[in-house]
Each structure stands twice: as C-alpha cells, then as structure tokens.
C-alpha cells in the first residue's frame, strides 16, 4: 500500500512538473527570438561601443574614449539632440491633444462611423517613404497644395523645407498626420469608461466641458500614460521623413539625433562611435520614461484605486456612526 501511495504522488509530481514546462514551450520561439534579434544585438552593440570599430580595418579598444569625445569635442551631438529635443516638446503634446480629439469626434453615435475609423486609420499603414513624397508635395514652395490654400486667403507662404525658421515645424507637422495607432487606443479607453459616470453628472447639472475634466481626462489618464511614453520614444526616434524629406537641411535645421546615428554608422562607418551614440540616446530615453512614470501617481487615475479608497471611506463612516 505504501508503495502504491509513493508511486502516485510521483506520478502528480512529474505531470505537475510537465504542466509547469508547457506554457513555456509555447512561448518558448518568442523567447529565441528576443534573445536573437534583441537583446543579444543591444549587448553587442554595448559591446562595440568600447572600440574603435570601422567596417574594415583594425578594431581597436579605447575604453569609454567613444562617449568621451562625444560630450566634449563633437558639437554635431549637441546640436541634434537640441533639434530632437525641440521637435519633442513640439510633437508631443500636439500628438496627445490632436489624437484625444480625433479619438473623442470618432467616438460619437453616428452613421458610418466605421469607415471613418478607417479612413483615419490608413495613414498609420502608408510607408514612410511614400508620406514623405506626399508631404514633399504639401510641402512644395513652388507648387505645394498648402502654399496654395494659404494663398486662398492672400497669404503667401514659405518654402516650409529649405526654410530653416519653418523646416522644423513643418516636420512637425508631418509626423502629426500617422494617428492612426494612438486613436484607436484612445477609443479603447473611451469606451471602458462607465456610461453611468457621465449620467450623472449630467444629472448633477455639469455640463459637456465640467464632464470632459472630471470624468473623461481621470478615466482616461491611464491611455494618456502609455500615449505619451511611446510618443517619447517616437519622436527621439524620428528618422525616416526628415532622411527623406530634407537630409537634416537646411542648414541642419531638421539634423535629428537618429540621423546623427545613422550617418556615423553607414555613411562615416564609425560603428563603435555611432554604437555609443545609440546608448546615449538609450539611457536618455530610459530617463524620460522613469521620470513620467515616477510622476505618473500625481495625475494618473486608477479606478481600482479609488474603490478601494471609497470602501475604505465607508467603513470608517459606518464605524463612526456607531
């Protein structure tokens, strides 16, 4: 009988085992591709950093002489990170605002509501290359279709991409037409919003401006966080329509961070500087997502959180009424 007993708690152990070791075999191709393909690329490139690394020729290790010359004796690093910079605190808050109202009109009962998701959706899925034609043509001091609207009105507008004073916003503005993603993540959070909230309120007499900040932007602030984190790291990012649209011109007016990588990687073949050049921008963006996180518990609404608060509430009521 003992033995009887001994065999089948082995026999539960094994498959308790087995039923441990499955759900890791499913993910287990994810798991070699990110070791493959991400992380051991982002470790080698850590690596690279440390040398002096052309295409061709001798490697040679020289330490963190790579991150040193870049802080003190390279003005291209500090020139586009200020232009990366700028372009951030530009695009950034217009891409949440922008994407919030497109988010909120798309989220209204009304007839073929459908296709203009859809329609609002397709820039997202257009290749950068081909949005940067596009924009060339908006764009176009010659014959650009806004230049023309503007002179509808009787004003005459730059050459937005061989301005310097304009190229910049112009990218801005550019980069603002892709809304595709974010909007529909505002609609998610849109509709997992209680309808009984806005019922009352409006009950209560509040109108449509008093709702939008005491129930949409608190239920939403949680969509607003991860928004604004990943439109961080687009706009550090941002590579493809200014390489297309002006080459960082004129003047290095639109010269971005991620150009300033990719030139030192394939055009000046310094891959251990372009690879330190890379982790900077890392470690900066790793910051700036701490630090919105970090902030994240002063403006960031959890319903979760706040039930628990009220409960809590409750129950220190009914205990002083007794």
Sequence with gaps: MPTQISKTIAIRRASFKRGRIIPYLFILPWIIGFAAFTLGPLLFSLIISLYDWPITGQRKFIGLQNYITMFTDDPLFWHSLGVTSKFALMLVPLNLAFSLTLAMLLNQKIRASGLFRTIFYLPSVISGVALSMIWSWVYSGEYGLLNYLLSLVGITGPDWLRDPHWSLTAMVGASLWAQGSMVLIYLAGLKNIPKD??????MDGANAFRRFFAITLPMLSPTILFNLVTSIIAAFQQLT?????????????TYFYAMYVYENAFKFFHMGYSAANAWIMFLIVLSLT????KSSSMWVFYESEVKQQTGSKRARSKEASK
């Excluded at 329509?241 to 960082?248: D, E, H, I, P, V």
């Design 197 to 202: 909230l806005y019922e009352s309120a409006s």
């Design 241 to 253: 329509l200014a390489l297309t649209l002006t080459g960082g011109g004129p003047l290095k007016s």
């Design 290 to 293: 701490v630090f919105v996180f």
